[in-house]
């Protein structure tokens, strides 16, 4: 081996030293809240709003939804909170958050030789928020709910750093929303006309 050769060999090999020692912390995206404040309320005849939480989320494998800079069942209550309105009455609106997870699935990758000259998607993510809103009108005796079943899945190539995954969660959560908010007030607008203020 020539001296140039071990020379070029030897700084790798320091380089290689001098970045072990160094302990990377990854960089984190500070994103702001997903809000709705700036939508329009939808407004009930009811004497209260109850916001009910009834998806626990698992923070083990495939579940990922703990690890969103703004976790799905967070945004979802936030929504209930900021949308509906109570506008009094003898009615009552229970808000209820069923499910509101986030799985992460392996993808197939290219294999052999070629998986050096390909970027594959390398994980699927697959969004789920299913919502309930009833509402109970003890004069009338009447009970009615609609429902909102909403899903939303992407795919992250296998290079992906984790900021660029972040970014791509908090997408995948804006999107949902989106969804989910056209859904349930079509659902309401339908369904909960009585109770609904136009």
């Known amino acids: 081996m020539s001296p140039l050769s071990r020379r070029s060999l030897l700084a790798s090999f320091a380089s290689v030293v001098v970045l072990s020692g160094c302990e990377m912390t990854p960089p984190q995206n500070n994103f702001a809240a997903i809000g709705f404040s700036h939508l329009q309320p939808l407004v009930l005849q009811v004497n209260r709003v109850e916001i009910q939480q009834d998806y626990e989320m698992p923070r083990q494998a495939p579940h990922v939804g703990h690890r969103f800079p703004d ?46 000259f390909v970027i594959d998607q390398s994980e699927r993510y697959d969004g789920r928020l299913r919502v309930e809103l009833e509402i109970s009108d003890r004069l009338s005796g009447q009970t009615k709910t609609v429902r909102a079943d909403v899903r939303r899945s992407v795919t992250v190539p296998e290079d992906a750093s984790l900021t660029e995954r972040e970014a791509i969660w908090f997408q995948l959560t804006e999107d949902l929303m989106r969804r989910f908010d056209r859904e349930m007030e079509q659902a309401m607008r339908e369904n909960l006309g009585e109770w609904l203020q136009s």
């Not at 509101?100 to 993808?107: K, M, N, R, T, Y």
């Open 71 to 116: 976790p799905l069942p967070d945004v979802a209550e936030r929504w209930g909170r900021q949308r509906l309105k109570a506008a009094g009455g003898e009615a009552q609106a229970r808000f209820r958050i069923l499910e509101a997870s986030v799985i992460q699935e392996e993808l197939p990758t290219t294999q052999g030789l070629k998986r050096f």
